[in-house]
């Protein structure tokens, strides 16, 4: 008997390790989305930024589409200046920014790149400062490290000193992650816990 619920409790691990979404490994542990994904439009036009709706602590899943122009005509996405010369990535301003406050001009200490501990377009964890590589698609996905144990409003837009001349807006989408077990131990605690109950009725029997 022993020996069917260990072949069952490997079964159970197979399917429910393909079935779970694929998990990020960051640190050593596995991480995955919980709750809903919120959708925000941080305008170029505004300093303080777009603050979320909902609260969100240690590490989230972001996707940050579409562009704007904080460099005179020049249009830039979320790492990148891209039209009127080279594609190139500016140190300290043109890309997005996030805060736990409003947030206020020529600050760029919490530029994205500070924070971004997974890319997930590359699929692989990664030490901050990290600048992902350029997508012609201006779609960039990533897990970025709040550093906030507790939940808390957030603020994204464009890293920036002047938005009076500003214009566009990025489209940020952000989910809540969470440490989770590997299904497979999950999986082998509850075939190990079964075994002990049959063992247990059989002696009572």
Request: hydrophobic share 45%.
């Amino acid at each position: 008997m022993s020996r069917q619920l260990a072949v069952v409790g490997f079964l159970v691990c197979a399917l429910a390790w393909e079935a779970q979404a694929d998990p990020f490994m960051i640190g050593g542990v596995n991480y995955a989305p919980v709750g809903p994904t919120e959708t925000l439009s941080a305008s170029f036009e505004l300093a303080t930024g777009a603050s979320t709706l909902g609260t969100y602590s240690g590490l989230i899943q972001v996707v940050v589409s579409d562009v704007g122009f904080s460099l005179g005509p020049r249009l830039n996405d979320a790492f990148y200046v891209f039209t009127g010369g080279p594609v190139f990535h500016e140190g300290n301003y043109y890309q997005l920014r996030y805060d736990d406050a409003p947030m206020t001009p020529f600050d760029a200490t919490k530029d994205a790149k500070y924070s971004l501990v997974y890319d997930i377009d590359a699929g692989l964890a990664v030490t901050p400062p990290y600048v992902p590589a350029y997508r012609p698609d201006h779609v960039y996905s990533f897990i970025l490290d709040t550093g906030n144990a507790a939940a808390t409003t957030l603020w994204f837009g464009v890293s920036n000193g002047n938005f009076m001349d500003n214009g566009g807006s990025y489209t940020v989408e952000i989910t809540q992650l969470a440490a989770v077990p590997e299904p497979c131990t999950l999986a082998l605690l509850g075939a190990g816990a079964l075994v002990v109950a049959v063992r247990r009725r059989r002696r009572q029997a």
